[in-house]
Nanobody
Framework: QVNLVESGGGLVQAGGSLRLSCAAF????????MGWFRQAPGKEREFVAV????????DYADSVKGRFTISGDNAKTVVYLQMNNLKPEDTAVYYC??????????????????WGQGTQVTVSS
């Protein structure tokens, strides 16, 4: 059984930083994709960032480019999301995701086989 466990969420003022961590239990993802989605209150869940399959090239939603950085250890037992210059609109539950497939539409929820339980990030103005 595969479990993804997020940590690092919390309350921060606008302009501040947080680092989210996602630990993978039950398997290592190695060069398979892992990433992050988020869901704000009353909104659809949306793509945030991913380490693409094989190349591990990072890719980001336009709304977070230049502020967020995704990274992982070599075996991808842990994936991080460094979030800088946070804005109130970044307030959401953040979910770690992983896929068994190397390539596909990284921006859609259905591409991912594994989801964490989510961690709350709240940015105050």
């Amino acid at each position: 059984q595969v479990n993804l466990v997020e940590s690092g969420g919390g309350l921060v003022q606008a302009g501040g930083s947080l680092r989210l961590s996602c630990a993978a239990f039950g398997r290592t993802f190695s060069r398979k994709p892992m990433g992050w989605f988020r869901q704000a209150p009353g909104k659809e869940r949306e793509f945030v960032a991913v380490l693409r399959g094989t190349s591990q090239t990072p890719d980001y939603a336009d709304s977070v480019k230049g502020r967020f950085t995704i990274s992982g250890d070599n075996a991808k037992t842990v994936v991080y999301l460094q979030m800088n210059n946070l804005k109130p609109e970044d307030t959401a539950v953040y979910y770690c995701v992983g896929s068994q497939t190397y390539y596909g539409d990284y921006y859609t929820q259905s591409f991912y086989d594994y989801w964490g339980q989510g961690t709350q990030v709240t940015v105050s103005s």
